[in-house]
């Protein structure tokens, strides 16, 4: 794909790529079956930070982002699937990456299909209105608030 010292670098296709990942899954699942950790010590793993629970025990929403837009006027729009949970209207949230927090903000509308709705549930593709600027990428994980 690009240069390296005057001499084209050569890419790894498409076919080499999936078999590599087939064997560190494998590997992987392996040492998991087994009961045995030391094969994933170099593996890196894909970590989904937990659910906030509130006071009542309930879950927090989570959206995972998918994608991101400002909206001169409106704010900032964030993109995604609500993993879980139910996202509202003025509910405040907080942007999480990597398990860290990122920012915190509140919900100003919530779209659905170009239509304005007051909540999205859980599984449906849904665009929040944050209010203010924030720094969210794909990847990133919008988790409500619990309220005391």
């Known amino acids: 794909m690009g240069w390296l010292f005057g001499r084209k670098k050569e890419t790894q296709d498409a076919s080499e790529m999936l078999r590599r990942y087939n064997e560190a899954e494998s590997a992987r699942l392996a040492a998991m079956v087994g009961g045995s950790d030391s094969?994933?010590?170099?593996?890196?793993?894909?970590?989904?930070?937990?659910?906030?629970?509130?006071?009542?025990?309930?879950?927090?929403?989570?959206?995972?982002?998918?994608?991101?837009?400002?909206?001169?006027?409106?704010?900032?729009?964030?993109?995604?699937?609500v993993v879980s949970g139910t996202m509202r209207v003025g509910d405040q949230v907080v942007v999480l990456r990597g398990g860290a927090q990122q920012a915190s903000a509140r919900v100003t509308g919530?779209?659905?299909l170009r239509r304005s709705a007051t909540e999205a549930a859980t599984g449906a593709s849904a665009g929040l209105l944050l209010a203010g600027k924030h720094d969210i990428v794909r990847g990133d994980i919008v988790r409500t608030v619990p309220s005391a």
């Open 39 to 81: 094969a994933t010590a170099g593996t890196p793993t894909l970590t989904v930070p937990s659910a906030t629970l509130s006071a009542a025990g309930e879950p927090g929403a989570e959206l995972a982002v998918e994608d991101v837009f400002t909206i001169t006027g409106r704010g900032l729009v964030v993109t995604g699937k």
């Open 110 to 112: 919530i779209e659905m």
